[in-house]
């Protein structure tokens, strides 16, 4: 197993960061550690937490979610409780982030607030469920430079339309 304590670690800030928010669960906690993880390995060739995700029905999630969420409630440092369908995890504790840089906890910021705004779990899980999402296997792992995988996809209705019509303005249909 990798290192899990920048995982567990992770988890603890962001359900201190966000735990308390409306309709903010389970689902939205993975979305932030894989997008955050990947789109820093992307930037940096170097992720934040080196989680090793899979793919499971909702999107990516860290291959040891679990166990690190287990381990922090076993802790005291995180509680867990189910509300209809959201599985709602609260940090009970400050969390420790001294071994995250800076730019590193501005991306997880950055993610916690645009999934929480933005999303809905359902919307956020069909932006992660892109073109490597779905041709894995239920429990394979997904790299994390397979966020790049989203941008080899077929245009949206919208854009293809907006092209079309701009090849059309050009001449070239």
Excluded: C
């Amino acid at each position: 197993m990798r290192d899990i304590e920048k995982l567990k670690r992770l988890i603890h800030y962001v359900a201190w960061k966000a735990g308390k928010r409306d309709w903010f669960g389970a689902t939205k906690l993975y979305k932030v550690l894989w997008f955050a993880d990947a789109r820093q390995f992307v930037l940096t060739k170097k992720p934040i937490t080196g989680a090793v995700y899979i793919r499971e029905k909702h999107g990516p999630v860290p291959k040891y979610g679990i166990v690190a969420r287990r381990e922090l409630e076993k802790a005291g440092a995180i509680r867990t409780s189910k509300e209809g369908n959201l599985t709602r995890i609260v940090a009970l504790s400050r969390p420790d982030v001294s071994i995250f840089s800076v730019d590193e906890l501005r991306a997880v910021d950055y993610w916690i607030n645009h999934i929480d705004k933005e999303h809905t779990a359902e919307s956020i899980s069909d932006r992660s469920h892109d073109y490597a999402w779905d041709i894995a296997k239920m429990g394979e792992e997904l790299p994390l430079f397979a966020v790049l995988a989203n941008r080899i996809r077929e245009p949206e209705e919208r854009e293809l339309g907006r092209l079309q019509q701009r090849a059309k303005d050009l001449g070239l249909v």
